[in-house]
């Protein structure tokens, strides 16, 4: 669990530095923000594969996932939602087992 606590606040901090550049620089093209998303990206893969090792795969159904974080998703009034990318998800974002898609 330390593993992915850790990987969690590093995947946020690493959200917000994004942000910031982006706040700085104005453009998601400028290569500092780049970067700092390639950075985030790796992080939230490096995630997804620790969420997966915690699975027993022993005749565990196909979890459904959120195509652009491999994170769990939920149903919240009847439609899927990421908690981790914080939004909404369509038919065509859901991926099975931390599968990224995206």
Not at 45 to 50: T, V
Not at 79 to 90: A, S, V
């Amino acid at each position: 669990m330390y593993v992915i606590d850790t990987l969690e606040r590093r995947i946020e901090h690493a959200r917000k530095q994004m942000y910031a550049l982006l706040n700085k620089y104005g453009l998601f093209l400028h290569p500092a923000v780049i970067k700092q998303s390639m950075v985030l990206d790796e992080l939230i893969n490096q995630y997804s594969k620790e969420q997966l090792k915690k699975r027993d795969w022993k005749g565990a159904s196909m979890m459904k996932t959120c195509g652009y974080c491999g994170s769990a998703v939920e149903t919240l009034a009847n439609r899927m939602y990421c908690t981790f990318c914080d939004m909404k998800l369509y038919k065509d974002d859901i991926t099975t087992d931390g599968m990224r898609e995206k």
